[in-house]
């Protein structure tokens, strides 16, 4: 079976979700542009194009700005003046990051898509970052453009990434780490064979319920409001996105 930490994260949240995403393949017609995710994915590519300069000197704030303006997303914002907002917000996230982390280090891989065998399951995948650290060993990094700080499901997406990485490129990664440019904070954990082994049985646990379950019944969530969906769901959720 092939999976993908988005896949378990929607069934994590919403059995229902999952199945209007998987088995009856209707998000595409549902998908809306939504500011975060335009906001989101301009980051994103700012930065991946941000940290394939090789020149080091290149690697200036101005450049990081321009590569924000060249791969801005013009699409789900409504008005000018919202999406001005939405801008600047990105140009505050990109600039507080700059000015906190090491924007000259030369990452081993960017934005790297994987498939790796494992018990059974096919992970895959796409890894924002992997840097060879200083000390010694590898480290895994995700961007992350929202307001939340780690979770017990966000600590699952870096042990999926990690098990990915490991059995599609041989490399064993020995520090976790997410960027939440909104809070301009950087948390990080050990992998440690304890932390791999839970996060595995998690996985599986997921995978299992997946392919037990008979009814996908809705579960509201934080995620609500949020949800391509929440205008089909039959009990009627309409929280305002």
Known sequence: MKVSYFMLSQFSQCPLKYKYYYIDRLAERYRKTRPYFSMGSSIHQALEDFFRIREKKKRTLQ????????????????????????????LEMLTNFYNTYDCHITPIMIERTFEAKLDGLILTGRIDRVDKLRGGGYEVIDYKTGKGLLTQEENLQLIFYSLGLKYAYGIEPRILTFYFLQKNQKVSIVRTPELIRVGLNRIKDIVNEIKSTEEFEARPNRYCAMCIFKGICPYGIRAKG
């Open 63 to 90: 450049n990081l700005h321009y590569l924000l303006r060249k791969n801005w997303i013009r699409a789900g914002y409504g008005t000018r003046e919202r999406e001005r907002k939405w801008g600047l917000r990105a």
